[in-house]
């Protein structure tokens, strides 16, 4: 069974568009992540959501925007694409973050492959 | 600075074993992680330190940890081909929210 599924994998698009990218976990996590890999493999945390709450966002246009129907599920839309957006997202998940809790460690999907074109 | 620091290439012969080193930036991180990505796949975490620990072994992984210099590195015994990919080693600041901040990644080329 996977533990933290995308999809889709790849995901070619034209500027302009809009566009989602699903994830699911079924580990029972309380925390997902969405992060962006660029064409450099630089990979940079965009957002966190906790209990249906952002908690985090890291100077990330607001044409990206998580949304969460469930803990199980982190979705990442993004509105008016552009080049600059073309790159590979990861989504994550974890047990909630508390003070002194050990390892906290993320757990990450395979990966959906953005192409603006 | 900010960024977590990696060498971007390294190639080994099968059989030898190869070193990742990374710097980090927080001395306060708590956690101190590896990640493996295979190409065209996720993160693997493969192993992870406490701060507190210089080192920990796992099979074939040693990780080394020199909190003074805030320094990691990973080393690999025995390095099979199976170990190409990259290496991304991961840092947990003290921001209130498990936050990772990721190094730029090491990319490990095992020649036969």
């Known amino acids: 069974d996977t533990a933290v599924s995308q999809t889709p994998k790849y995901l070619v698009t034209q500027m302009g568009n809009d566009k989602s990218i699903k994830c699911e976990q079924n580990l029972g996590h309380d925390t997902m992540y969405w992060y962006k890999q660029d064409s450099k493999k630089f990979l940079k945390i965009m957002f966190s959501?906790?209990?249906?709450?952002?908690?985090i966002n890291e100077t990330v246009p607001n044409r990206f925007s998580p949304k969460s129907p469930d803990k199980a599920h982190l979705n990442l839309h993004i509105n008016s694409l552009e080049l600059g957006d073309s790159a590979v997202y990861f989504c994550?998940?974890?047990?909630?973050?508390?003070?002194?809790?050990?390892?906290?460690?993320?757990?990450f999907g395979a990966g959906t492959r953005l192409s603006v074109l | 600075g900010e960024d977590v620091e990696q060498s971007l290439f390294l190639s080994v012969r099968e059989g030898d074993s190869s070193v990742i080193n990374c710097t980090y930036t927080d001395s306060s991180s708590t956690y101190l992680y590896w990640y493996k990505q295979e190409p065209g796949a996720g993160l693997q975490l493969l192993t992870y330190?406490?701060?507190?620990?210089d080192m920990k072994q796992d099979q074939r992984l040693t990780v080394l940890l020199n909190k003074k210099d805030k320094h990691l590195s990973l080393r690999i015994a025995d390095t099979q081909t199976g170990d190409s990919a990259i290496y991304f080693c991961a840092e947990r600041r003290q921001t209130g929210a498990n936050n990772l901040f990721f190094g730029t990644g090491t990319r490990l080329t095992v020649i036969p």
């Open positions: 330190i406490f701060s507190n620990m």
């Open positions: 959501y906790n209990n249906k709450e952002l908690i």
């Open positions: 994550a998940s974890s047990h909630i973050y508390r003070e002194g809790l050990t390892k906290n460690i993320q757990y």
